[in-house]
């Protein structure tokens, strides 16, 4: 007899309703789930929350390092697959672990530490500002296309150094660099020449910005590594500040509950993005972590070099720790979605900004805010690790222009 085939992981993105996917993986297998990352490879998917802080937390078990994956090693996985912007060796802060790691770490933690909030924040909101300013007498827009897609990348080019031209091209640059189509090369070589073009900038006039710091810290080694933690923070910070955007307005539109309660002053706006972290992470499913040795995780055997997927929404689900009893649960933010141990992400504090501003601002500029598409048929953007709106249309009351008589005598 055979065994089942295994579950696609894009089962549990691309799904109605994931709870149902991660409640059945759960009753297979438990846990720790073996999945399909595409046909004939295979991996675990780690759905519970105290081993992904299992296995966040011991390096020395686990590696962050891709070419200690087995199936990459032995030729199973080839070196085109689709599965290598996200899963292959990267040479920066992403691809090592240890000593290496915390070298390369150091300067991404000084220099968003040195980010000035207030002046962040005056920055989004004028950015979020300009851009309902272009939609906001039409009464309608797509808030995925007109508005998140675009507000990240323009406020982390803010950040550093870059204007909101430059924050355009960027964004043309990583669209085409993502799009995988024959200009994703050219999109590449556009992507670093910008970036490049802000360090030579601030390397003549430094600045309170992100490019500064990271030129000034003494754990870099020449301008090679200073580019490529600007591009490593660029291109971790935008796909997901996208996706908490989209999915923090989808539930306010698509969820009666929810936004009542956010209208009824019940929850505020930190409370709610903290809401979607739990319900839908940026980073839904985590790219991973890869075994050094034969070891077991939540009962099963995890041989050396298998892959381990970070199960960061299923950790959400996971009934050890998870209620799903939303009003109990209020102010609780220790959901996994900036995951955990010396990897855990280090652009939270400007991705909640940015987020909340972009949010916030939508909510204050846009009354009569509503969807103009069945809840249930909002489509998602196809992928394994991500679960993002592909598009949110409403419609909203076109703001009077001051002076237009419309008071009556
Ligand atoms: C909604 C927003 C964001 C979410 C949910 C998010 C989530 C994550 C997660 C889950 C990781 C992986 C951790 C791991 O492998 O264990 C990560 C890593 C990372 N994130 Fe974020 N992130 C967000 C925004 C940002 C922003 C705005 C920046 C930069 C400005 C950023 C920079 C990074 C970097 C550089 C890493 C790699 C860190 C390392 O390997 O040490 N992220 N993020």
């Not at 032995?74 to 920066?92: E, H, I, K």
């Not at 996994?336 to 909640?352: E, Q």
Request: glycine share 8%.
């Amino acid at each position: 007899m055979t065994s089942p085939a295994p579950t696609p992981l894009s089962d549990t993105t691309m799904t109605a309703d994931p709870a149902a996917v991660f409640a059945r993986l759960r009753a297979e297998q438990g846990h720790v789930a073996w999945v399909e990352l595409e046909p004939g490879v295979g991996a675990w998917l780690v759905m519970g929350y105290p081993e992904i802080l299992t296995i966040t937390k011991q390096e020395r078990l686990y590696s962050r390092d891709a070419r200690n994956w087995r199936l990459f090693r032995n030729g199973t996985v080839p070196p085109d697959s689709a599965l290598g912007p996200m899963m292959f060796f990267r040479d920066n802060v992403i691809g090592y672990d240890g000593a290496a790691h915390a070298r390369l770490r150091r300067p991404l933690d000084a220099a968003v530490s040195s980010v000035d909030q207030r002046r962040m924040r005056r920055s989004v909101e004028r950015i979020c500002d300009l851009l309902i300013g272009d939609f906001a007498v039409r009464g309608r827009a797509d808030l995925v296309a007109d508005y998140a897609v675009i507000v990240p990348m323009l406020a982390i080019a803010d950040l550093f150094g870059l204007d909101t031209m430059q924050g355009h091209d960027l964004l043309v640059a990583m669209q085409a660099l993502f799009g995988s189509a024959e200009d994703a090369q050219e999109g590449n070589r556009r992507f670093e020449e910008l970036l490049g073009g802000a360090l030579e900038a601030r390397r003549r006039t430094p600045a309170a910005d992100l490019t500064t710091a990271l030129l000034r810290h003494p754990d870099l080694r020449g301008d090679a590594e200073v580019l490529q933690s600007m591009v490593v923070m660029v291109s971790a910070g935008y796909h997901t500040t996208i996706s908490w955007i989209a999915q923090s307005l989808r539930l306010m539109l698509t969820d009666p509950r929810f936004a009542a309660r956010v209208r009824g002053g019940r929850l505020g706006v930190d409370d709610a993005l903290d809401e979607a972290l739990w319900r839908d992470p940026p980073m839904y499913n985590m790219p991973a972590r890869y075994a050094l040795r034969d070891v077991q995780l939540g009962g099963r055997w995890i041989q050396r070099g298998d892959a381990l997927v970070l199960g960061l929404a299923a950790a959400g689900h996971d009934p050890r720790v998870h209620s799903g009893h939303q009003e109990r649960e209020v102010g609780n933010r220790s959901h996994l979605a900036w995951s955990a141990g010396p990897h855990s992400c280090p652009g939270r504090v400007p991705a909640r900004l940015i987020t909340r501003t972009a949010v916030e601002t939508v909510l204050h500029r846009l009354p009569g805010l509503a969807l103009t598409a069945p809840a249930d048929g909002i489509p998602l953007t196809p992928s394994p690790w991500t679960r993002c709106p592909a598009s949110l249309p409403v419609s909203f009351s076109v703001p009077v222009p001051a002076g237009s008589g419309t008071t009556t005598p």
